[in-house]
């Protein structure tokens, strides 16, 4: 008796395991005909989105690239003949004027051997004053007289010569500039190849950089430039001077330099630079959100809004930024772009503005 009801007990419980899922799916939750899945299957008859009214603002086509500031001027002092340094006359990191003195080189032969020579000169001279005199009383020939003027134009000659060698022993600024640290000292002795010091004239300053050479017919003298350089966030301002005329053929791109000012001496000759070259503006354009533009394999489209509901309008874009894209055609002001559920929106879809930006 007990196997007995122990198998009936065994077979009810059997029986309400395989009914019960069953009985969950057909009157449970996730019924086809609860209430819920109803409502889910239904969705929402309004897409909520935010929009934006379409305007015009100016634009400016520009090209970032990155460069370098250089000196306007600068050159490596060495002296044009060999000896013995006999007095330095400038200090370093300090300005000078063009003309002046720098350094001296030994000059005591030089002006030995000048002095000798403007003796001959007076000398010669006196000869070529009496022969001319003799010359004209006949009393000598042509050839005497020529022979004695020849002296003396061979004198002044040689003092020329001197004169310009004594020169050479004195080293002046070519231009104003500021003289860098200098690798020498009084009582050196130096050769023509020698690195004495190095002088810049860094105002203005030179700022080079290369763009892609398809804005070459874009770019023109003293178009302007906005430019930061890596240890002061102030923008400068540049205008460009000289374009090469070549293309570098193996980086297919075009050098460029601008002058800055630069009397605080904040640019400093190898400092990078960041540089935004304008190639022209557009004081009318249609600059929207990236975000609101979808791409399509034909061209872009965008959605807006007309009496609440979407419409899908097909645009003409131009020039990007970071966060906007420029519309060419297919937008005019005073539309009611969306910007938002993008995604979901589709051509007649009811919508609703919930925010304005």
């Known amino acids: 008796m007990k196997k007995w009801i122990f198998s009936v007990l065994t077979i009810l419980a059997v029986v309400v395991l395989l009914v019960l899922p069953k009985l969950h799916l057909w009157g449970g939750e996730d019924s086809p005909n609860s209430?819920?899945?109803?409502?889910?299957?239904?969705?929402?008859?309004?897409l909520p989105v935010e929009a934006m009214i379409v305007t015009t603002s100016k634009l400016d086509n520009v090209v970032v690239v990155t460069g370098s500031v250089q000196a306007n001027e600068s050159l490596e002092l060495k002296s044009e003949t060999a000896g013995k340094i006999t007095k330095i006359y400038f200090q370093e990191g300090k300005t000078v004027k063009k003309g002046d003195l720098l350094l001296q080189v030994n000059d005591e032969e030089i002006k030995a051997e000048l002095t000798k020579q403007r003796f001959n000169k007076k000398l010669n001279e006196g000869i070529?004053?009496?022969?001319?005199?003799?010359?004209?009383k006949d009393a000598i020939s042509q050839e005497e007289y020529d022979n004695a003027l020849n002296k003396l134009n061979t004198s002044l000659a040689d003092i020329a010569v001197l004169e310009a060698q004594f020169e050479k022993t004195k080293i002046r600024a070519p231009f104003d500039g500021i003289i860098g640290l200098r690798y020498v000292s009084e009582g050196a002795l130096i050769a023509t190849s020698t690195p004495i010091a190095n002088l810049y004239n860094i105002s203005p300053a030179k700022i080079e950089f290369a763009i892609p050479g398809?804005?070459?017919?874009?770019?023109?003298?003293?178009?302007?430039?906005n430019f930061t350089v890596e240890s002061d966030t102030s923008v400068f301002v540049g205008e460009v001077y000289a374009v090469e005329p070549q293309i570098d053929?193996?980086?297919?791109?075009?050098?460029?330099?601008?002058?800055?000012?630069?009397?605080?001496?904040?640019?400093l000759p190898g400092q990078f630079v960041r540089v935004e070259?304008?190639?022209?503006?557009?004081?009318?354009?249609?600059?929207?959100?990236?975000?609101?533009?979808?791409?399509?394999?034909?061209?872009?489209?965008?959605?807006?809004?007309?009496?609440g509901k979407a419409k899908e309008v097909a645009v003409q874009t131009g020039l990007r930024d970071n966060l906007r894209l420029e519309i060419i055609?297919?937008?005019?002001?005073?539309?009611?772009?969306?910007?938002?559920?993008?995604?979901?929106?589709?051509?007649?879809?009811?919508i609703q503005i919930t925010k304005m930006n």
């Not at 299957?41 to 309004?46: L, M, N, S, V, Y």
């Not at 070529?128 to 004209?136: A, G, I, T």
């Not at 609101?292 to 009496?307: M, R, Y």
Request: net charge positive.
């Open 277 to 307: 070259l304008i190639l022209g503006s557009t004081n009318n354009a249609i600059l929207v959100p990236t975000e609101a533009v979808i791409p399509e394999l034909n061209g872009h489209k965008v959605f807006i809004s007309d009496h």
């Open 128 to 136: 070529e004053f009496r022969q001319r005199k003799l010359l004209e």
């Open 329 to 350: 055609s297919g937008l005019h002001p005073h539309d009611t772009l969306i910007t938002t559920g993008i995604l979901q929106l589709r051509n007649g879809l009811d």
């Open 249 to 267: 053929a193996n980086t297919r791109t075009i050098k460029i330099r601008a002058l800055a000012e630069n009397t605080k001496g904040l640019l």
């Open 35 to 46: 209430s819920s899945a109803q409502g889910a299957k239904r969705g929402p008859t309004t």
């Open 214 to 225: 398809r804005y070459s017919m874009q770019v023109k003298a003293k178009q302007k430039i």
